[in-house]
């Protein structure tokens, strides 16, 4: 069997992040473990991130994965370090190829960030942006409600808007950005309502794209690719409600994509005991 590529989240947001690898890197085997039971990790200390993460991490080591992928922005921000340093195998998070591809869009030098509160509190994309383009302003605003709305699959429609503009109001009050970065890959999944709340002319940045090219790259690096005529059946478990994330996995993952993934439980004892 071919070494995949493993990918956990704190839910169903790396899924987008998951798609885009696919998409990119047809050839390549994920192995995706979205820790839906304990989600959101947003409002979690910075100790149980790094728990939950290396948990996640220790479940998809078994199962012999040649790379990993942090496709969480809470757990990049709190966890992305340590795992590299004690990791033999190649480590991406998210946070990077996002400020990246923000840098290069942005015209005014002014981006802004939404993301959960863990994320904005530890100021990951701030240092991020600013370690690259000094005289970058960037503003900053945690959204606690949006990962809960998207696990319960509200991702459009008026209750959506209503949770979008009051929660974004702060931001496009004080805030000149021509820029947002969608600092949590749940975010993505309400693109469309966040873009008609900001407008036309705020360019909007999913870290997804930018996180699978970067994979591609490090694979190539590092001699991993594939370049059989091999394409896979994509292994993908959850922690939680299984239901609920095939419902969501489906509006993400249109035909044929989805006929190409395996979905299954995850052993949360074994989760726990890892």
Not at 56 to 81: G, Y
Not at 221 to 243: A, C, I, R, S
Request: proline share 4%.
């Amino acid at each position: 069997m071919k070494q995949a590529i493993g990918v956990i989240d704190s839910g169903v947001g790396g899924l987008t992040v998951a798609h885009e690898l696919m998409r990119q890197l047809p050839k390549e085997k994920l192995i995706y473990l979205g820790d839906t039971s304990r989600c959101p990790y947003g409002p979690r200390s910075k100790e149980e991130v790094q728990q939950f993460t290396w948990e996640m991490v220790n479940f998809l080591l078994e199962k012999d994965i040649k790379m990993l992928v942090v496709a969480c922005n809470t757990a990049t921000a709190f966890a992305l370090q340590s795992l590299k340093e004690n990791l033999n195998i190649p480590v991406i998070g998210v946070i990077q190829p996002g400020s990246r591809a923000a840098i290069k869009f942005t015209k005014t030098n002014h981006v802004g960030i939404i993301g959960t509160e863990g994320t904005v509190r530890s100021n990951a994309y701030t240092n991020a942006l600013k370690n690259i383009k000094d005289e970058l302003e960037v503003s900053a605003l945690a959204c606690p409600m949006f990962v809960p709305m998207v696990e319960q699959g509200i991702l459009e429609g008026q209750q959506a808007r209503e949770v979008v503009e009051d929660t974004l109001s702060p931001l496009l009050q004080y805030s000149k950005m021509d820029t947002l970065i969608l600092g949590c890959t749940h975010y993505p999944l309400l693109k469309n309502t966040i873009q008609s709340v900001v407008g036309e002319e705020i360019t909007i940045i999913s870290s997804s794209e930018e996180t699978a090219r970067e994979t591609s790259t490090i694979l190539d690096v590092h001699h991993l690719l594939n370049k059989d005529d091999y394409y896979p059946v994509h292994q993908f478990y959850t922690t939680g409600d299984l239901e609920i994330f095939i419902e969501i996995s489906r509006s993400i993952f249109k035909e044929p994509h989805l006929q190409m993934v395996t979905i299954e439980q995850a052993n949360l004892h074994q989760l726990q005991d890892s």
